[in-house]
């Protein structure tokens, strides 16, 4: 008799404690009945290789890939998506029958499902786009706005030099702004999106000046915790239209989780409870 291989997945990242996708993803199995499991997983950069290429022959279907792995594992994987290849970057692996590692990176497609859901009036096109930070997560954010039609970003950073190279890379579409004068930028954007870590738990605040943000502008920040921050509190105050940064992180699970386990779960209270337990 062969016994039904149960299906394993997890999450890569070092550390890996403050993780939220193991509380997320088994929610889900146990929402849908899927009978697999999801591990978090301490891995140093130097055991990266060895650790990704052994658990497929271990029954794992893929894994998530998190901080400090997301750029260094694209050199492991046998094929990458295009989206991961524009980015630099991946958060997903699929671990394929036919012994192939899949690379993916679904960052950007949760920043849009995250923003469409929670402000389902949002219309990109309507006008430019407001980004500050130009880090990692940056590069998936401004892709995605790219990919939906923004007609114009402009992008302010505290290191200029790292904003003029994200301008190289995507093209003309893109301004970039002094961070002295970040402030300014936000008086014609329909979408603000705080990508820097400014206003984490433990940074210090976003000091951009707000009071130019239009009433009726989609804001959003990739800050999650806490999850009101300064700059969505005064957004709120303003009129605008804000959208907290957690769903991102639920929204760029799903496809994983569709891949990985055959359902496309549901983004809901329920799995946003699970993600803050
Ligand atoms: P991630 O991949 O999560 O985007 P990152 O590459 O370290 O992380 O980028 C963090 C972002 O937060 C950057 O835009 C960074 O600005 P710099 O490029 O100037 O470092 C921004 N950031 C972090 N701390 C900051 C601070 N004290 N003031 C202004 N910006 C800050």
Redo the contacts with the bound molecule.
Sequence with gaps: MTLPRIPLAGVIGSPIAHSKSPQLHRHWLKTYGIPGYYIPMDVSPENLSEVVTTLPKAGFVGVNIT?PHKEKVMEIADLITDRAILIGAANTLIFRKDGKIHADNTDGYGFVENLRQGAPNWNPKAGPAAVL??????RAVIASLLDVGVPEILIS???RI?ADALQQDFGKRLKVVD?VQAGNMLEEAVTVVN????GMIG??ELRVPLDGLRPGAVVTDLVYAPLQTRLLRVAEEMGCVTVDGLGMLLHQAVPAFERWFGVRPTVDAAARAAALR
């Design positions: 901080v930070g130009a880090g990692g997560a940056a950073n505290r290191t790292r961070w990508t820097t870590s400014l940074k210090p």
